[in-house]
């Protein structure tokens, strides 16, 4: 199996992706994991915190060497290994909300964030919540994120994900591609965007908006580099880049 081998195993870190990023730059060979059974200063996407409670959550970062001009689409291929792993030990569907949030009912599941030197290193960062009680999700949260189930042991997830990332990190572009628009959570809804400059967007509704609205469209998939296709009011299409905007999914 590519993924698992070494394995550094904490009990708390400040991030796993901040020691996996270590752990490359001093050389640690392709398929190296750290996971923690606690974070004090998770990261998340855009500058966002990640927090979750000890022990409830897989913290889980990998190194990825090796990477080649197609890995434009790993940001789409990581997701994929994460709703694998998560549909093999407990009986839920799992879908992707562009670029790689994973929904159980449009309900967050799992984020991860990549940080990458390439062509040297890549670190894939993946968060799983396990068995994460409703109220001990943050109360800002628009929607409460969801946890995959106490019953699922931690080491299965782990050794999962090990598993579908090894798969889905070695995949063609076509079969990438293919599987994300079958798992696309975005598909054909009305979405509204902000670029990423502000680190905290308000949760907006459609109701709620004003007159300074975000930009709106319809999302049509994603194109062969990962870009968010949206067919704007007119029928122009645009694509959007995943480090450049805020998405929201007006209901
Ligand atoms: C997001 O949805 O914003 C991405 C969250 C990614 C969180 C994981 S937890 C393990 C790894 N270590 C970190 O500091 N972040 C990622």
Redesign the pocket.
């Known amino acids: 199996m590519r993924f698992g081998s070494p394995h550094h195993r904490y009990r708390l870190l400040?991030?796993?992706?901040?020691r996996?990023r270590e752990l490359a730059i001093e050389g640690a060979p392709d398929g190296t994991i750290v996971t923690?059974s606690e974070?004090s200063?998770?990261?998340?996407?855009?500058g966002?915190q990640?927090s979750?409670p000890p022990g409830k959550?897989l913290?889980?970062?990998a190194i990825a060497r090796g990477l080649g001009l197609g890995d434009a689409l790993l940001p789409l291929a990581v997701p994929l290994a994460v709703c694998e792993a998560c549909e093999a030990l407990a009986a839920v569907q799992c879908s992707i909300k562009w670029p790689?949030?994973i929904w159980i009912e449009e309900r967050?599941l799992?984020?991860?964030?990549i940080e990458a030197r390439p062509p040297a290193w890549a670190v894939v960062?993946?968060?799983i919540n396990l068995s994460i009680a409703p109220e001990e999700f943050p109360l800002d949260l628009r929607r409460p994120a969801v946890s995959l189930g106490a019953e699922v042991a931690i080491d299965d997830l782990r050794e999962a994900l090990n598993d579908r990332l090894g798969v889905w990190l070695d995949a063609g572009d076509h079969q990438v591609l293919a599987e994300f628009h079958r798992r696309d959570a975005l598909r054909d809804r009305t979405i509204s965007w902000t670029d990423g400059s502000d680190p905290d967007p308000p949760d907006l509704t459609a109701i709620e908006r004003s007159s300074a609205d975000p930009p709106t469209g319809i999302a049509r998939g994603v194109d062969s580099s990962g870009n968010l296709r949206v067919e704007l009011d007119g029928g122009s299409m645009i694509a959007l880049g995943a480090g450049e905007v805020h998405l929201q999914l007006d209901r």
């Not at 400040?14 to 901040?18: R, Y």
């Not at 799992?110 to 964030?113: C, F, H, I, P, S």
């Open positions: 400040d991030s796993t992706n901040l996996a923690a974070q200063a998770g990261r998340g996407r855009q966002r990640w979750a959550a913290l889980y970062s790689n949030d967050k799992a984020g991860v964030l960062g993946i968060g």
